[in-house]
C-alpha cells in the first residue's frame, strides 16, 4: 500500500501571524514555520495505518516556496520513507484551486492507494483543497475524518459534521482529510531522527508535472490591517446595561 | 438581470440548516437568487416557503436517490447541471463542512475556484467582491474570481440585509450521480445537552472566570452562551478553581478562539488569557471591577455584577427575536 501524506508549512499560531498588506498573501517571513497541527495528526494517523498494513511506503508531500527542510526532516523522522517537495517561483501566490491542481498532479505520479490530508490549515483556513484534489482524480473524499480504520480495500472513519457525527466508508484509492479529534503525532525517535538523512527528498518543478490548471483565478483587491484594539463602550449598570448591551448586539447582526 | 445559484442545507430533520439565511442573504445582493435544495424524492419542498421568506425569488429541488448515501456528490452533480439549466453567473453555498466540500468538486469540474468564507459581498466587473475577515479579524481582504464562475461560500450568520421575503416558484429536477464518492453507513445527530459549538473554531463564545464563584454558579454562563448559540469558554482562573474541565481553557496555554463575537464574563483579562480572545471580531465584557484590563480590549463593557447583568441580557435578547 501507498500512502501519500500532504503537509503545509504554516506561520505558528503562538506567535503574531500576518498578511503581506500588498500582495495580501501570509507573510511567511514574520514568524516562525512549523507543519500545521492538523497535518502532524494526518502524518501519525498515516503513519498508524501503514504500521498496520503489509510493505506500506509513506510519502510526505508539500508544496512550499523556500526552504522547508526541517518540516520534511521532521516528517521522515517521524517514519515517513520519502519526501516530495514541490517547488516553483511561478506558484507564487496559488490559490486553492491551481494549489489543487499541482497537487493532484503530483499525487497522480506516486500512484498511491491513500492520500492524506489535514481538514483545514490554521493559516488559510479554506478547508477545499482535499476535496479539490479527490475531484481531480476522480476518487472519494471522507472529509473531517476521525476513528480511521483500513480494512482490506475500504476505508472507513467517523465525520464530523454540523450537529453530529457520521460514519462514513470508501473504497480505495481514496482522499481523506483528518480532524482535530485524531492523536498527537508522535516523537521522532533517536534512531528515527538519524535515520532521515538517509531517506530521498525529491524536489519537484511544476515543468515536472502534468497539470492542467484551471481558468479559474481568484485575485486578492485589497488587504487592511485592523487597528490595534482599543477599549470601546463601557457602561456602568444602573440597570439599563443589559437593555443597551442587547441593542448593542442586534445593531451588530451579533444575536 | 443577473442570475445566482444558493444552495441550502437541510438539517436530518429535514428542515432548513442554519446557514441557508446568509446564503441567501448575500446570493440576493448580487443578483437574483436560485435556491437549490438537494433531497431525496419526495422530501425537500416543505422548505420551499421558509425559502420564500428568506428571499429565494425561485426554489430548485433537485431529487437525487442517493443523497442520504452518496457522501456531498449528489449536491455537486445539482449545482453543475442547475448552472447549465439557469445559465447562472455565480454560486454561493454555506462554509459548512459539507459546502466546501461542494465548492471545492464544483470549482473543479467548472474550471474555477471558490472565494471562501466570504463576510460580505458586493457587486463587481467580474460578477462580484467578496469580502473575508482573516486571523481572527486581524486582517480584512476582498477577493474576486476572473477567468471562470465566481463560487462563494458564506460564513454562517454573517452580516447582510435580509432580502425582501416573497412567493417563490417551485420547481423540481432528478439528479443522476455518476460520480465516485464516499459512502454514508449512518447519521448521529448529537443529544440536545451537547449541540453547544465546540470552542475551537466556533463563531461565538461565552467564557466565565473567577468571578462566576463556583461550578454551581458557572451554570449562568452556559445560559448564556445557549441564548446566543455560543460555545462555552473559561478563564485559566476557573479551570484552576475547578469550574470546569480544562479542555475549555481559553488562553495562551488553552485554547485560542477568533469568534465572532467573544463575551467574557466576570474574567479580569490577563494577558494569558487576552492572547487566546483578543483577536475576536467584537468583544463584550461584564465584570464588576472597573478597572479590569479586558475593559482595555472589549468593544462594549459594562462595570456590574454579572449574576444581575446576565439573566436581563438573556431576557433582552429572547425579546428581541
Known amino acids: 500500500m501507498k500512502i501519500v501524506v500532504l503537509m503545509k508549512q504554516v506561520p505558528d499560531t503562538w506567535g503574531d501571524r500576518r498578511l503581506d498588506t500588498s500582495t495580501g498573501w501570509v507573510d511567511r517571513a514574520s514568524s516562525d514555520p512549523v507543519i500545521d497541527e492538523i497535518n502532524e495528526r494526518a502524518l501519525e494517523a498515516a503513519l498508524t495505518v501503514a504500521e498496520s498494513a503489509k510493505d506500506a511506503e509513506v510519502v510526505v508531500m508539500t508544496m512550499a516556496p523556500g526552504d522547508v527542510s526541517e518540516s520534511l526532516k521532521k516528517a521522515l523522522a517521524m517514519g515517513c520513507d520519502s519526501a516530495v517537495h514541490i517547488c516553483d517561483d511561478s506558484l507564487a501566490g496559488a490559490d486553492a484551486g491551481l494549489t489543487a491542481a499541482v497537487i493532484a498532479a503530483a499525487v497522480r505520479a506516486q500512484d498511491a492507494d491513500l492520500v ?78 538519524m535515520g532521515a538523512k538517509k531517506k530521498p527528498v525529491v524536489t519537484l518543478a511544476l515543468a515536472d508535472l502534468d497539470v492542467t490548471a484551471p481558468a479559474g483565478r481568484s485575485a486578492v483587491l485589497s488587504t487592511t490591517v485592523r487597528p490595534a484594539r482599543s477599549a470601546g463602550t463601557v457602561v456602568t449598570d444602573d440597570g439599563t446595561a443589559a437593555e443597551q448591551l442587547a441593542d448593542f448586539l442586534v445593531s451588530n447582526r451579533l444575536v | 438581470m443577473t442570475t445566482v445559484l444558493a444552495l441550502v442545507e437541510l438539517t436530518e430533520s429535514g428542515a432548513l440548516a442554519s446557514g441557508a439565511a446568509s446564503t441567501l442573504a448575500a446570493a440576493a445582493k448580487i443578483g437574483n437568487p436560485i435556491a437549490i435544495v438537494v433531497a431525496s424524492p419526495g422530501k425537500g419542498k416543505n422548505v420551499a416557503a421558509d425559502l420564500g421568506a428568506l428571499g429565494a425569488a425561485q426554489v430548485v429541488v ?80 476582498t477577493s474576486e474570481i476572473t477567468g471562470g464562475i465566481p463560487i462563494v461560500t458564506v460564513r454562517q450568520g454573517a452580516a447582510a440585509d435580509r432580502p425582501v421575503a ?29 449541540t453547544r459549538p465546540e470552542l475551537r473554531g466556533a463563531e461565538r463564545v461565552v467564557s466565565g472566570g473567577r468571578g462566576l464563584g463556583s461550578a454551581e454558579k458557572f451554570a449562568l454562563v452556559e445560559q448564556l452562551a445557549d441564548t446566543l448559540g455560543a460555545a462555552v469558554g473559561a478563564s485559566r482562573a476557573a479551570v484552576d478553581a475547578g469550574f470546569v474541565a480544562p479542555s475549555l481553557q481559553v488562553g495562551q496555554t ?68
Open chain 2, 166 to 194: 416573497g412567493k417563490p416558484t417551485v420547481s423540481t429536477v432528478a439528479v443522476e450521480s455518476t460520480s465516485s464518492s464516499g459512502v454514508i453507513d449512518s447519521t448521529e445527530t448529537l443529544a440536545s445537552d451537547s
Open chain 2, 62 to 141: 433537485a431529487e437525487s436517490s442517493t443523497v442520504a448515501t452518496a457522501l456531498v456528490t449528489p449536491s455537486v452533480d445539482a449545482l453543475d447541471a442547475a448552472i447549465d439549466a439557469h445559465k447562472a453567473d455565480a454560486v454561493f453555498l454555506p462554509n459548512s463542512g459539507d459546502g466546501r466540500e461542494i465548492a471545492g468538486r464544483l470549482a473543479v469540474r467548472r474550471r474555477t475556484t471558490v472565494l471562501v468564507d466570504a463576510v460580505d459581498v458586493a457587486k463587481g466587473k467580474n460578477v462580484l467582491i467578496a469580502t473575508h475577515s482573516v486571523f481572527g479579524g486581524g486582517f480584512t481582504t
Open chain 1, 116 to 193: 492524506f490530508a489535514g481538514n483545514e490549515s490554521t493559516d488559510g483556513r479554506g478547508g477545499l483543497v482535499p476535496a479539490m484534489i479527490a475531484e481531480y482524480l476522480g476518487l472519494p473524499h471522507l472529509g473531517t475524518l476521525g476513528d480511521i480504520v483500513v480494512d482490506g480495500s475500504t476505508v472507513r472513519g467517523v465525520r464530523r459534521i454540523d450537529g453530529g457525527t457520521q460514519a462514513v466508508h470508501a473504497s480505495l484509492p481514496a482522499v481523506i482529510s483528518v480532524n482535530e479529534s485524531n492523536p498527537d503525532a508522535r516523537f521522532p525517535s533517536f534512531k528515527g531522527i
Open chain 2, 254 to 321: 488553552g485554547v485560542t478562539v477568533s469568534p465572532q463575537l467573544y463575551v467574557a464574563l466576570g474574567i479580569s483579562g490577563a494577558i494569558q488569557h487576552r492572547a487566546g480572545m483578543q483577536t475576536a471580531d467584537t468583544i463584550v465584557a461584564i465584570n464588576k471591577d472597573p478597572d479590569a484590563a479586558i475593559f482595555q480590549v472589549s468593544d462594549f463593557g459594562i462595570v456590574g455584577d454579572v449574576f444581575t447583568v446576565v439573566p436581563q441580557l438573556i431576557a433582552a435578547i429572547e425579546a428581541k427575536r
